[in-house]
């Protein structure tokens, strides 16, 4: 997984965490939000619980966010989606468009 350098991190979200995601722990209500560069969704949502798990090893995921609590996560990727949609930029090109932000 390739972390964002312009990654959000959820206010309550410390550099113990991030510690913990460089050695793959799992944590319990800790939340990343993803672009699957290779895959069809927009934004993914993922429990770090979850993403270290075998059937997301070969995904192409950029970490853009980290926070506690999966309500928070769908918060910024509303507020991305928000942000975007005041540019007057056609939807079709959200994707490239986040990677290349992002990236």
Same mark, same amino acid.
């Given at each position: 997984?390739?972390?964002?350098? !312009?990654?959000?991190?959820?206010?309550?979200?410390?550099?113990?965490?991030?510690?913990?995601?460089?050695? #793959?722990?799992?944590?319990?209500?800790?939340?990343?939000?993803?672009?699957? !560069? !290779?895959?069809?969704?927009?934004?993914?949502?993922? #429990?770090?619980?979850?993403?270290?798990?075998?059937?997301?090893?070969?995904? !192409?995921?950029?970490?853009?966010?980290?926070?506690?609590?999966?309500?928070?996560?769908?918060?910024?990727?509303?507020?991305?989606? #928000?942000?975007?949609? #005041?540019?007057?930029?056609?939807?079709?090109?959200?994707?490239?468009?986040?990677?290349?932000?992002?990236?």
């Amino acid at each position: 997984m390739e972390y964002s350098k !312009k990654m959000q991190l959820g206010d309550d979200i410390d550099t113990s965490v991030i510690d913990a995601m460089d050695k #793959e722990l799992r944590m319990l209500d800790i939340f990343y939000v993803v672009i699957d !560069k !290779k895959g069809d969704n927009l934004f993914e949502i993922i #429990e770090s619980v979850e993403i270290y798990k075998p059937m997301y090893k070969d995904k !192409k995921y950029l970490l853009i966010g980290v926070f506690s609590g999966k309500s928070k996560a769908v918060k910024y990727i509303l507020h991305l989606l #928000e942000k975007y949609l #005041e540019t007057g930029r056609d939807m079709k090109r959200a994707k490239s468009y986040f990677v290349l932000h992002f990236s």
